[in-house]
């Protein structure tokens, strides 16, 4: 084996098949299923568009009602899962207590060793009903507000708002969440579906996988990233201060956050889409400063290392406006993200192979003890 064999960070690797989402970074194109992702954004409702991820078509109206009420059926939280949380300290980051409590949801289901396609489907459903719960109580439980009973008369975005902040928002509010989850569910061999793929590859269970790829989307070079933005901006202040700010970030080698991509060399095509949901925020609650700090430090950055945004460089701050606090805006990413990691879960195990590749051994050569 030799140095040339070494793909550091899998690089360039293609690893096997998936008919679940195709990223083309020379066209600038993500399509979930073969629908562009800005289509779906236009047209869809998360649901729906989970609804596609998990079954490979879109829901004709009996198949999308069908599936909202088993989605709604779940949006309660087990009163073992809230005692969990309850006893976490309130300073504990949020995505640590919502992967603590997909793992109390895993162990309550007597079910969980099952991986029949059907039963991972019904799971799925199940902790896209129950994130939210965990995500809203755990907001409320930091700021001391008591529980906000689901509704089942609402969507999904909807509902999570309420569940949030005890109202539902402006529809343009709503609306603007509802493209973030869309934006945010799918995005092929990314690092925590990997990692979810590779848990599953052992046959482990689906709850197991769902808990390593959260933890592997807390980090600030991937999920972790829309938190981080949000610190920039906080850090910066103001617009008039961005160039000077990103000057001596850049000297001293950081990492901006929310800029650069690891497929996407000519821009993240989710970005625009998001944009325009962040500028319907900035005009619902009229936020220009905000906006203003954004164009500059994109144009900052672009003219000084022609390195583009990401997705999380205009969600970060639309979940800002809309009141979530900072820490729980990755945690809103895995709410998104989990139905892309469970289609990818039930794909890897309809054609299995364990994920285990090799590495080149340059630690001391063989030596024995005396
Ligand atoms: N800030 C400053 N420099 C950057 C950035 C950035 N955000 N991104 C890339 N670069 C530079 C690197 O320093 C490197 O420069 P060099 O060749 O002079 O050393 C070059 O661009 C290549 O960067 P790599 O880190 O090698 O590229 P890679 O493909 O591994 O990284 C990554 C992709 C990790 C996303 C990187 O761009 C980054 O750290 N971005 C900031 C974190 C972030 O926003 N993550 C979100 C990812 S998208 C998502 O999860 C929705």
Redesign the pocket.
Known sequence: MTDSQIHK?L?GVVVDYTAVSKVNPETNSLLYRGYPVQELAAKCSFEEVAYLLWHGELPDSGQLSDFQAVERSYRTLDDNVKRVVDDLPLTAHPMDVLRTAVSVIGANDGQADVSTPEANLAKSIALLGKIPAIVAYDQRRRRRQPIVEPRDDLGYSANFLYMTFGEVPAQVVVDAFDVSMIL?AE?SF??STFTARVVTSTLSDLYSAVVAAIGA?KG???????E??MHVFDEIGEAAKAEEWLNT??AE???????????Y?NG?S?VPTMKAALDTLVAEYEAQDLAELYDALESS?TSR?S?L?????P?GPAYHLMGFDTLTFTPL?VASRVTGWTAHIMEQLASNALIRPLSLYNGPEERHLP
Do not use: C, E, T
């Not at 600030?220 to 829309?226: C, T």
């Not at 080698?253 to 497929?263: L, S």
């Open positions: 960070g690089a945010y995005h990314n690092a989307l600030p070079l991937h999920g972790g990233a829309n981080a933005v970030a850049l080698k950081r990492k901006i956050m929310g800029f650069g991509h690891r497929v060399k993240d989710r950055m290392k390195i945004p990401n997705l999380d460089y969600s990413f």
